[in-house]
């Protein structure tokens, strides 16, 4: 399942995920724009991980004076992901 999402607040400008057919694990992710080499570490580092587990690490997680990040705009993707992967 593909699922591109628009994160709001922070320097990338496109986050775009790929889960397993079920919604739970995510197969892979690339951001737009951002701190490209700490964005590719964030990509490779949760490929493999269940949806969940990474929601949970990452949400919260803020940038500077910013209320939020890329790595919580990801979780932000991964939780509209997984709804919409329910839906189906």
Known sequence: MHYDFTPRGV???AIHIDLTD??????QVSFEGGCNGNL?????LV???????IVGILSGNTCGPRQT???DQLARALTEATAQARQR
């Open 69 to 71: 990040s890329c790595a």
């Open 47 to 53: 490929a493999g991980h269940p949806v969940d587990e």
């Open 40 to 44: 590719k570490a964030v990509s490779k």
């Open 22 to 27: 079920d919604g739970k694990t995510i197969e």
């Open 11 to 13: 320097c990338s400008r």
